[in-house]
C-alpha cells in the first residue's frame, strides 16, 4: 500500500480496533437495545444479534471444526439469517463468499471450486440445485434454512449427516466459544466479479477494506437528519456489494436497523416497509425506482425522514431523478463503485450534486484518469479510471498475474472505465474499455453468455452486446450465426434460462450470415454496437 494509503488507513482504522469483529462487539454493546434487523415482521436487537452470531460461531468451530481461512458461501436472499451467518463466520475467522440465490448449476459450481469453499449456508429451497454440483466440490457441509426459519420455524426440508438446519446451528444450548484471533489484514470475503476475458473471479475484500469503505463513505456522503433514527430499507441484494456494504457491514457498525427486502421484485412488500418504517436511508437503480413511482401507492408513503437516496449500477435517467425529486421531496444522487474497491469510489451529496456525473471522489481515496502508457491525463480529457486508498481490494483469490495486471506497484487499481475528470472535480463515466454490460445493476460479461449459447449444437458463432433499455439501463442483444434455419428466438432463449440468471438471457436476437472480424479472426463487437444503432 502507498504511504498516501496507508496515512488514510491509519486515519480511518483505530488502532485499538483489531477486525470488524471488535468493531462489531462494540457496536452491539453500544446499541444493545436497538433494534438490528426487521424482516417478516420479526425484529431482533443488537444484543439478540450479537447471541445468535455467538452461537452460530461457536457451532461452525466447535461441532463442525472449521478453522481460520476456511471459506464458507453464503447463498441466501435478503433475510436476517444472512448477516447472522456473516458476522458468525467472522468470529469464527472464516472467509465469506457471497453467491447469487439465483445462480444457475453451472454458476454456482465455478464460485465454490475456485473460492474452495468448505461449508455452504443455503436457502432450503435451493437444494436440489445443489445436490447437482456439491460431489465436484469441496463442500463438505450445508446448512439449510427456510426464509421464515427466525419468525416461524419451519420443517420444509430433511436434515442429514451433510445437510443441517440452521435453527440447530444458532440453538440456546450451544456453548460459546471465543472469537478467533483475527486482524484488519485478514480476508474478510470473497466478492466475485467478472472480466471480459477468463473466469469469473473473486476479489479479496479484508477487514479493513470492509472497515474503511464504510467508515469513508459515511463520512463523505451525509444524508441523514441530525438526530435521526437511522432506518435502512435493505433492498439491494445482499450478495451485491452494495447491498453487502451498506446493509450487512455498515448499518452493524453504525447502529441502524435493516428493513430486509427477501424478494426485490415485490414491489408491494417494498412499498408496505417503506409505509411501515420511518425510513431514513435506501438505496437503488434505476428500474427500481421507475418500477416504485409506478405503484398505486407510491404516493402515500412518508418521505419527511430522508434527504436523498443513493442510485447506483448505471447511469442515472434524467426523467427518473426528475420524477423521483418532484414527487417525494428528496433528492437522487449518483454514485460509483465496484466489487474490488468495496463498493466506494465517487458519489455525489447534498453540497455537490451534478446529474450526468457520479460525483467527486469520496474521502480518504484517490481517482486519477490515465492514457494507454499510465501516464495521467489532463482535466476535462478521457482516460481510463483508477482508484488507490485503504478500500480497494488485497487482489484477486489464486490469481497473482491477474492481481498484478489490476493494481500496480504503487497500489492504483485500473477500473478498466474511461472517465473525466471536470474542472469541479466531478468524474463523468463516458465509456467502458472492458465489454462488461450492465444490467439493473448487475454485471453481465459477454465472453460468458456467449460461452453458454456455443453449447447449442446449432450454433457456430455468437456474439453479445449490450443496447439501451428504458426499463433495465442496458439490455443483453445476440448476434448469431446457426447452420440450422429452422432455430428459432425461443429455442436460444430456453436454452439460455436453463444455464443463466434471468438478467443475463439476450432480450434481443438478430441471426445473421456471418459477424464482422478482424484479419486474425476475432469478432469485432464494436462493428455490432455501430451496426446496433444504425438498425
Request: with cysteine; aromatic share 8%.
Amino acid at each position: 500500500m502507498s504511504s498516501f494509503a496507508e496515512r488514510m488507513a491509519a486515519e480511518l482504522n483505530p488502532d485499538d480496533i483489531s477486525s470488524l469483529v471488535e468493531a462489531f462487539e462494540n457496536s452491539c454493546q453500544l446499541n444493545a437495545d436497538k433494534p438490528a434487523f426487521e424482516c417478516f415482521d420479526h425484529s431482533i436487537t443488537f444484543a439478540e444479534f450479537e447471541q445468535l452470531t455467538e452461537r452460530f460461531s461457536s457451532y461452525l468451530m466447535s461441532e463442525l471444526g472449521l478453522k481460520i481461512g476456511d471459506r464458507i458461501a453464503i447463498q441466501l436472499p435478503n433475510i436476517t439469517q444472512y448477516p447472522i451467518a456473516v458476522w458468525g463466520a467472522w468470529r469464527a475467522g472464516l472467509i465469506v463468499v457471497n453467491t447469487n440465490p439465483m445462480y444457475t448449476a453451472r454458476e454456482v459450481l465455478h464460485q465454490f471450486k475456485d473460492s474452495g469453499a468448505i461449508a455452504l449456508v443455503v436457502l432450503d429451497s435451493l437444494l436440489p440445485l445443489i445436490d447437482k454440483v456439491i460431489g465436484s466440490t469441496d463442500i463438505k457441509q450445508v446448512i439449510a434454512t427456510s426464509a421464515i426459519d427466525l419468525a416461524q420455524p419451519s420443517k420444509g426440508f430433511q436434515t442429514t449427516e451433510s445437510v443441517l438446519a440452521f435453527n440447530d446451528a444458532i440453538k440456546a444450548e450451544i456453548a460459546v466459544v471465543d472469537a478467533a484471533h483475527i486482524s484488519m489484514d485478514d480476508i474478510a470475503a470473497l466478492q466475485y466479479t467478472g472480466g471480459t476475458t477468463g473466469p469469473s473471479k473473486g476479489a479479496m475484500l479484508t477487514h479493513s477494506n470492509l472497515f474503511c469503505a464504510r467508515t469513508l463513505s459515511r463520512k463523505s456522503v451525509v444524508l441523514n437528519k441530525p438526530g435521526a433514527k437511522e432506518i435502512l430499507i435493505a433492498v439491494l441484494p445482499l450478495y451485491h456489494v452494495f447491498g453487502f456494504t451498506a446493509n450487512v457491514v455498515g448499518s452493524v457498525l453504525f447502529g441502524g436497523l435493516s428493513v430486509m427486502i427477501p424478494d426485490p421484485r415485490n414491489l408491494d412488500s417494498i412499498i408496505a416497509a417503506m409505509k411501515a418504517h420511518p425510513f431514513t436511508n435506501m438505496a437503488g437503480v434505476n428500474t427500481l425506482l421507475s418500477g416504485l413511482m409506478r405503484h398505486p401507492e407510491f404516493d402515500s408513503v412518508d418521505f419527511s425522514n430522508i434527504t436523498g437516496v443513493i442510485v447506483g449500477g448505471t447511469a442515472l435517467v434524467k426523467e427518473i431523478g426528475e420524477e423521483w425529486q418532484r414527487r417525494t421531496g428528496t433528492t437522487l444522487y449518483e454514485g460509483y463503485g465496484l466489487s474490488e474497491t468495496s463498493s466506494n469510489g465517487a458519489c455525489n451529496r447534498p453540497e455537490s450534486n451534478e446529474l450526468g456525473t457520479v460525483g467527486p471522489s469520496m474521502l480518504f481515496q484517490e481517482i486519477k484518469t490515465v492514457d494507454a502508457d499510465g501516464e495521467s491525463v489532463a482535466t476535462g480529457e478521457r482516460g481510463e479510471i483508477c482508484i488507490r486508498g485503504p478500500h480497494v481490494m488485497k487482489g484477486y483469490w489464486g490469481r497473482p498475474e491477474a492481481t498484478a495486471e489490476a493494481i500496480d506497484k504503487d497500489g492504483w487499481f485500473k477500473t478498466g472505465d474511461i472517465g473525466i475528470i471536470q474542472h469541479n472535480a466531478h468524474l463523468k463515466i463516458v465509456d467502458r474499455i472492458k465489454d462488461m454490460v450492465i444490467v439493473s445493476g448487475f454485471n453481465v460479461y459477454p465472453n460468458e453468455v456467449e460461452a453458454v449459447i456455443y453449447g447449442h449444437p446449432n450454433v457456430i458463432e455468437c456474439a453479445v452486446i449490450g443496447v439501451p433499455s428504458e426499463l433495465t439501463g442496458e439490455a443483453i442483444k445476440l448476434y448469431l450465426v446457426s447452420d440450422d434455419d429452422a432455430l428459432a428466438e425461443d429455442d436460444i432463449i430456453d436454452f439460455c434460462r436453463a444455464e443463466l440468471t434471468a438478467y443475463k438471457v439476450p432480450k434481443q436476437i438478430v441471426f445473421m450470415s456471418d459477424l464482422p472480424k478482424s484479419p486474425a479472426g476475432k469478432v469485432l463487437r464494436r462493428e455490432l454496437r455501430k451496426m446496433s444503432l444504425e438498425a
